[in-house]
């Protein structure tokens, strides 16, 4: 087992405002590789945020300047504040980048949102959808002649959005270390799609999108990366694309190659997709495992989650872990000396850790009980019950 003194990132200390899903999922990150993580709550009696794993919460009042001046204590000790509100949101409470800069200057101050600090949208109300669609990404996650579908919430809010913050978060860090100053992060959403769609646009003279929407080489154009329909009404992935794995792909599925049109002949793509998807409608997924199973044919199951879980590669990297009745996975990536563990309970409890965080500062009980009793903060244990 991993102690906590052996974790990547003990000692760093976060302060993270509330929020919805891509910033929470960051302080997660942070959380899991050793940070202390403060997730700093408002006045409610219940939060819907799911990924609070390793942290602990503090509830206050930031309509009171009690409670303003909590948060402002919190980040005078802080090396890193997380918050995912709209531009000025931060400012208006007294809590904006220069006046915490002023008080902390190592602060890295990361500011997470969908449309960015600045820009016409700036302002305006958005989600991943929305992000990957003004970004032009959301364009391309479609078939030939339908319309574009988004991949869940998954690329704007945590790769294009969490992730990339905590990339921002450690570099930023990183360039502290030499010159003892701290700096804002403006972590958009739809920067970070566009700058992971950079292969797309960096490879347009190959020819690989030279084609309409769904009928390249990528985009499930190529009946040789692309998903087929089973027997039993399950699926496969098929990502045959070299020369070599088309190969095995064919005689996996059975067929001569000499009776067949060049692999990049992408008039006959249409009709090769036709002659797999019959082939691979006539025997289950679990028969073309056997089949593709041994071999380099690019060929895998698609799995549910349930499935993925007890998939014998899956559990020999014990990707997931089962704290309740749900799926959890496990930090990644897995590092050799210093890897990351969940820690804690799976969600934090609004003001549950009020009081311990409180004392931390040097409050007294009786402070402590006094500014719950006033509303400027809310506890779940009262800090004479500590």
Known sequence: PISDLQMALRGLKVIEMAGLAPAPFAGMMLADFGASVIRVDKMSDFTVDTLSRGKRSIAVNLKKPEGVAIVKQLCQQADVLLEPYRPGVMERAGLGPDAMLASNPRLVYARLTGFGQTGPLAQRAGHDINYLAVAGVLSMFRRAGERPLPPLNLLADFAAGGMLCVVGILTALLERAGSGRGQVIDAAMIDGAAYLSSFVHRSAPLGIWSGPHGTNLLDGGAPFYTTYRTKDDRFVAVGAIEPEFYSLLLSGLGLDPATLPDQNDRDEWPGLHEKFAAIFASKTRAEWEAVFNATDACVTPILEPDEAA??????????????DANLDPN?????SRTPGKPAGPPIARVGEHTAAILRELGWSAAQ???????????????ASHL
């Open 331 to 335: 930090p990644a990536p897995q590092l």
């Open 368 to 382: 402590c009980d006094a500014a719950v009793a006033a509303g400027v903060a809310k506890a779940v244990l009262p």
């Open 310 to 323: 007890q998939f014998d590669h899956v559990k020999s990297r014990n990707i997931y872990r089962r704290p």
